[in-house]
């Protein structure tokens, strides 16, 4: 008797340490998501589809899915590799390297408030440094560029890399650290080129951390909200209004929690979609 | 086992903070708070002229106001998310005035007219009457009006060698955009030529927004919306509205009017010496005293008129308004604050701080006039001129989209495309609307 319940016990510490952190993720992450499809669901407080019916009858949502799809198709990758890039980078045992670390990982610990005010100032269509350093060394005209229905959502992308991509290079230079340098010596004995090495041996052995960096960025990405917010409102002519600005739009500025949901709701099956393929696809060769 | 005690009691702890943290503010609470008396509750932006009304308030009533400051560009998003979800978070509900019908229609306002009697409403402008009350039901008194007044740095001009003898305006006979235009270029091309100082022609307080935007083709003739009020087609579309965006749109491209600058930055161009003109509201006076400015440094005329549509000057009207929340348990209470704020001794204390202009003609006083000079001029215009904003309980969406269209335009955005787009995302919202 007294065996099994210390048995018992022993069994049960671990799901009493895990407590804490599943209490939190179920109050604020499981449980705003139920409910968001419950309200995603209603239409004027009753069980309907019809918000699903308003919401895709609307070209400004197609709009939306549209710029938020073409932001993550170019964010995504670019990401990936330019963190895998700096990784590769950070990972060589020469002199001062954590001096480089610590830069490169410098945009991360700035908060995105402070970085959107920083960007939004640098780009600034009136007498912005970017302008200035254009126009005075290469004489190209004022651009736009928050301003500029073209450019808007690329500098967005722009400023989201430069903040985003120091984060994931960790995750990178963890994954590099753990592949055993014995790998690489049989390689070169074996008369590898620095190419074949990357392609044939890095790569591959990274594998399961790249899954985790695209499956992470992309959620992320596809949540992202506070440049818009901050900069340009979703402007010039609808050109950054991705859709979590959107659902954000229709809950808190119209107080139509009904579309608001229903946009979330889209958000999270075009993630889960997403992530899906991403999967499927990393793990077609095991 | 130590380590398991621990554990057992962190999740509980925290199980019990969340659940605690879940509970609604009356619940089986006593929201009463001052010596036995009640406590109200407001989220506001005009923080220092509501605790001076409250003090005297609960001096002589003994129920207290609790005040909660926020931005001003953060009431209507936090008030969504509270009222929204039923909360009796606040007993009284600031609502920018075109912003009742919305509030009214989704449920977040409870009526005053138990509150106010016939007259106490009919003292109010009949413009700020019309937009408290939805449904011949007055729900949100307002507390005070505004107006729209043209700024001028006496100090920039001086040095452009511009002298101009802003005495011979008055509201029959004022100065035209057109004429403005051509001072603007001249001072600018006086005092940054090369464009390197930054200094700007005109700016425009809340540039981009529907309260003044729209005013551009209000002095056209164009109107807000239909008489209905069910479409803007055909209203925001019309010849006088493509007439004024292409004003706007020409005078941005030539440099006149910024681009790229938020209606706060432009204030601080002004207060800063890096304006010449800034067209701006009546209160405006008191955030350039605040900003260490005198009258030496600026002075004010009346907002300017186009070329042959002198009889048609639109000008800014409306303000905040204070309503009583659907979901307060002490809705008597916030009722009779509301009349002393708007129509009772309240009003008095508030104005002067605030800098607004009042809500009715017969409370011009000297004193008033005296602390914000500029008020003269928003009598004439609540008199005369002003034009009240579109009256749609889909005002939100309505304003969102109208003030998106506005800055595309100020980037440079096809007039027509703009035009359409802008007109099918309100028609889209109002067809809701209509519907329900």
Redesign the interface.
Known sequence: MKQSSAKMKKRALPYCLLLPALAFVLVFKIYPLIYCFIQGFHYKGSWSLETFRVLFSNKGFWHSLWVTIKMNLVMTPLQIVLSFLMALLVNQAVRGIGAFRSLYYLPVTISMPVAAICWSLMLSVNNGLANSFIGSWFGIAPQGFFTDANQALWCIVALSTWKGCGYWMMFYLAGLKGIDTSVYEAAKIDGANALQTLWDITIPLVKKTTLFVMVADTSINILLFAPTQLITSGGPSDSTNVLMYEAYKQAFKYGSYEKGAATTCVLVVLILIIVFFQFKLTNQED | ?K??VI??L??VS??AV?VSGCGKKGDGADDGGSEGGKTLKILTHYDAAFAEAAKKYEEETGVKVEIEQTAYENI??TL??VL?SQSDEYDLIMADGPNTS?YVS?GYLEPLTEYFTEEEKESFSPELLKQGTVNDEFYAAPLGDSSTVLYYNKNLLKQAGIEVDWSQYTGESRITWEELVDLAKKAVAELDPD??K?IYGIEIGQVSSVYQMNLLANSMGGKNISDDGKTVKGVIDSDEWKDAIAWYQGLVEEGVF????SGLETYNNFYAGKCVFEWMTADSYTFCLDADLTEEDFGWTYQPCFEGHEDEVATGCGNWALGVSAFSNNKEEAGKFVNYMTYGEGNDIFLPISGMGPNTSARYTDELTEKNPVLEIAKYEAENTAFVRAVTPAF??YS?ALS?MW??I????DIEE?ME?TV??ID??LG?YNE?
Do not use: F
């Open positions: 086992m380590r398991q554990s057992v962190m999740g925290l199980l969340m209507g998003d969504e998310v929204s919305a989704r464009g390197s930054g910024s681009k790229g600058v939100n969406e969102a998106t800055e595309d100020r980037n440079g955005a703009a787009s099918e995302q889209s919202a809701e329900s």
